[in-house]
């Protein structure tokens, strides 16, 4: 993928390369390039599970090819199919704690 | 969304990898050099599975409840030095100079304890208050007779109710209403206590009041309305510290009396995209006392409050990385010659006029890239029509454009654990300049390092004379869990 001229102006790569399984949709790697095309950072998925009929990639490491140090994001637990109100995508949510906390018992109430 | 981050220091790429079939897909070199174009329907037969056994068993780790009351609390001890480290003299007129030695100013314990509970649906209460121990060579501890001192207090209190569009809060709270970062026009309604050097930011000065807040969040805009039920006003210096002057009459807290003081005002403000404005009124009390000789010249000095009214504008704009704000206020019927330097108070002889007066902020945020930033501020006053009602020979403190600059740059390193961040404070007339280095390191979770520099020049003009030429040092050890 080749960001286009605002796009590059934005971003600190130059490109990068995703690796998609085109059966279940799932990015599997992406690979990002540095203005000097040398690859900086890569991203590397792995548990692909299917959860409530969505495939997805539970494990999610990120390593930094520059710094040599890698993180990993572990999806633990994954709700899909939730309804949230339009109202809680609002800037109140930030601001309005009592709102916000609310406005989260509903959405926990519907895992629950 | 449950989610566990797992960070891992420097790492050995190849035997990390060397499990997994990643690298066989790219032959050496060929990603570094040449553009790989590949075809839509290219096909893999490498495993792209990775082995993320690296970080443990986290995912066969049986998700437990580990919710506790204590989650509510936020605590931290923090144990700091500062220090005035710069023998020199400070000429505060042809002849007429005085010494300032080194000397340990801050050797002080603090417990800072915060609580956020959204006990019930719709309901919030939150608090925080500190306590303070201020040990051997603390400038609170030879106030206090060369004893250790001790020092409690409330900041945020309040309970808050959200239901449909509105919401109240009731207790001890800050009203912000300015855009501009450090040292905007509008940011008048909390008083504000710059005791130390330790404290140069007015968004830790700030002192919550008890007020009454109702926000209303309409469909294509929002109302916000405040009443001060008790207003105060900045407190004194502190006996010993480095804003603290001998005056030649004690000053006092307001004598209020059995007069009932109250502020108000309201605010309302719009969103574009990118954009935010709002426009405001509120009738308000000068958080400076203004202090006059008593008039037998016995006992103590007699402190005047001001009321004015404030009207209000200010606006935002993101562009990009770049977020440009900018404020205006009008203030009708403030006193002339408030002396509004932080934490002290005013001590001449008074004009007594109450006149008009304009001022502004203005500024912009800039985020460099994702680890710097920097922002610029500047705030300029001016009192309209201000030699009218002037005796001869009479002049005003704040005369022609006052206020002041502010610039802040940051820089954060090694994922967040090291912040080196700089500020540049002076006078818009030239007449003053601080500047603070600090540098910010976190051990871990719990533990985190502070360092911190600064270094203060002024002309004779500025009320920071007394502290020119002062280089001040200090650290902070902070545990917080």
Same mark, same amino acid.
């Given at each position: 993928m080749i960001p286009n001229a605002e796009r590059a102006? =934005?971003?600190? #790569?130059?490109? !990068?390369?995703? #690796?998609?399984? =085109?059966?279940?949709?799932? !990015?599997?790697?992406?690979? *990002?390039?540095?203005? #000097?095309?040398?690859?900086? =950072?890569?991203?590397?998925?792995?548990?692909?599970?299917?959860?409530?009929?969505?495939? *997805?990639?539970?494990?999610?490491?990120?390593?930094?090819?520059?710094?040599?140090r890698l993180s990993n994001m572990a999806i633990?637990?994954?709700? !899909?199919?939730?309804?949230?109100?339009?109202?809680?995508?609002?800037?109140?949510?930030? !601001?309005?704690?009592?709102?916000?906390?609310?406005?989260l018992e509903k959405l926990r109430a519907q895992i629950d | 969304m449950v989610l566990k981050l797992h960070s891992m220091g420097n790492f050995n790429p190849i035997p990390v990898l060397a499990g997994a079939a990643l690298f066989l897909l790219a032959p050496p070199g060929l990603a570094q050099q040449d553009v790989l174009i590949l075809d839509d329907n290219v096909q893999f037969d490498a495993d792209l599975g990775f082995d993320d056994s690296i970080f443990g068993g986290v995912f066969e780790d049986d998700a437990e409840d580990t919710s506790s009351w204590l989650d509510n609390f936020t605590i931290r001890i923090s144990q700091q030095f500062?220090?005035? &480290?710069?023998?020199h003299s400070v000429d505060l007129a042809p002849g007429f100079s005085f010494h300032r030695e080194a000397e340990t100013e801050s050797n002080r314990l603090g417990l800072n304890v915060r609580y956020q509970n959204p006990f019930a649906p719709g309901w919030l209460l939150q608090?925080?208050?500190?306590?303070?121990?201020? /040990?051997?060579?603390?400038?609170?501890?030879g106030a206090n007779g060369d004893r250790i001192d001790t020092d409690l207090r409330i900041n945020?209190?309040?309970?808050?109710? @959200?239901?449909?569009?509105? +919401?109240?809060? %009731?207790?001890?709270?800050?009203?912000? /209403?300015?855009?501009?970062? $450090?040292?905007?026009?509008?940011? &008048?309604?909390?008083?504000?206590?710059?005791?130390?050097?330790?404290?140069?930011?007015?968004?830790d000065a700030r002192l919550n009041q008890w007020m009454v807040v109702w926000d209303y969040f309409g469909e294509n805009?929002?109302?916000?309305? %405040?009443?001060?039920?008790?207003?105060? %006003?900045?407190?004194?210096?502190?006996?010993?510290?480095?804003f603290f002057f001998e005056p030649p009459f004690n000053l006092t807290d307001y004598d209020r009396g059995s007069e009932l003081l109250f502020e108000v005002g309201t605010q309302w403000r719009k969103s574009f995209e990118g954009s935010d404005i709002a426009i405001m009124a509120a009738y308000l009390f000068e958080n400076q006392l203004r202090y006059e000789d008593p008039v037998s010249r016995i006992g103590d000095a007699v402190s005047k409050k001001n009321d004015f009214l404030l009207l209000g504008f200010s606006a935002n704009r993101a562009i990009g990385k770049l977020l440009l704000n900018f404020d205006l206020a009008f203030s009708h019927n403030v006193l002339a010659d408030?002396?509004?330097?932080?934490?002290?108070?005013?001590?001449?002889?008074?004009?007594?006029?109450?006149?008009?007066?304009? $001022?502004? +902020?203005?500024?912009?945020?800039?985020?460099?890239?994702?680890?710097?930033?920097? +922002?610029?501020?500047?705030?300029?006053?001016?009192?309209?029509?201000?030699?009218?009602?002037?005796?001869?020979?009479?002049?005003?403190?704040?005369?022609?454009? %006052?206020?002041s600059w502010l610039v802040r740059y940051s820089n954060t390193l090694m994922n967040s654990d090291l912040v080196l961040s700089s500020t540049l404070q002076g006078g818009v007339d030239g007449d003053s300049l601080l500047a603070l280095?600090?540098?910010?390191?976190?051990?871990?979770?719990? /533990?985190?390092?502070?360092?911190?520099?600064?270094?203060?020049?002024? +002309? @004779?003009?500025?009320?920071? &004379?007394?502290? @020119?030429?002062?280089?001040?040092?200090g650290a902070t050890i902070t545990y917080s869990f």
């Open positions: 102006r =934005k971003s600190r #790569y130059s490109r !990068t390369i995703s #690796y998609i399984d =085109k059966e279940r949709y799932v !990015t599997l790697r992406v690979e *990002m390039f540095d203005q #000097y095309e040398k690859e900086v =950072k890569r991203m590397l998925a792995s548990r692909v599970e299917l959860i409530n009929d969505v495939w *997805m990639a539970r494990s999610l490491t990120m390593m930094n090819l520059v710094t040599n633990l637990e994954i709700n !899909t199919g939730i309804d949230v109100d339009d109202e809680f995508l609002t800037q109140r949510t930030l !601001t309005d704690v009592a709102f916000r906390e609310t406005e | 500062f220090g005035q &480290v710069n023998n608090a925080s208050g500190q306590a303070k121990a201020y /040990w051997k060579e603390d400038y609170e501890y945020e209190f309040f309970i808050q109710r @959200s239901f449909g569009q509105n +919401s109240i809060k %009731f207790g001890r709270q800050t009203v912000v /209403w300015g855009e501009t970062v $450090g040292n905007s026009v509008l940011d &008048v309604i909390n008083t504000s206590e710059f005791r130390d050097l330790t404290i140069i930011d007015i968004e805009s929002d109302f916000s309305t %405040f009443v001060n039920l008790y207003p105060d %006003f900045n407190p004194a210096p502190v006996r010993g510290s480095p408030s002396f509004n330097f932080p934490g002290t108070g005013s001590f001449v002889a008074p004009v007594d006029l109450r006149k008009d007066q304009i $001022g502004t +902020s203005f500024g912009f945020e800039y985020a460099i890239s994702n680890e710097q930033s920097v +922002s610029i501020g500047i705030q300029a006053q001016s009192l309209l029509d201000e030699d009218e009602g002037l005796l001869l020979g009479q002049a005003l403190i704040n005369d022609g454009v %006052f206020g280095l600090s540098v910010d390191y976190t051990l871990n979770d719990n /533990w985190a390092v502070n360092a911190q520099l600064i270094s203060i020049t002024a +002309s @004779s003009d500025s009320p920071l &004379v007394f502290l @020119s030429e002062d280089v001040r040092i």
